[in-house]
């Protein structure tokens, strides 16, 4: 199947971001996933909760390497 590009909206979110910005909002989130995993596998897992709360000051800091129109392009809230 294929999808032509032209199907899509101007304001389509893809667009609308950077593919490197795109790429870094993908590998943070990669990296938070394995930090949480590794915490959940081992003797530490007790913490897992706290380390699940750090997540939400690290969301917020992510202004400092994203805009709020870049944020709201990749982020599933939207």
Excluded: Y
Aim: glycine letters at 2%.
């Amino acid at each position: 199947m294929e999808i032509r590009i032209s199907t899509f909206d101007d304001d389509f979110r893809l667009f609308q971001v950077k593919t490197a910005k795109m790429h870094l909002f993908t590998f943070i989130q990669l990296i938070c996933l394995v930090i949480l995993w590794v915490v959940k596998s081992t003797k530490a897992s007790l913490a897992f909760p706290f380390f699940l709360i750090l997540m939400v000051p690290l969301r917020a800091q992510l202004n400092r390497f994203f805009s709020q129109k870049e944020l709201r392009a990749v982020s599933i809230l939207g």
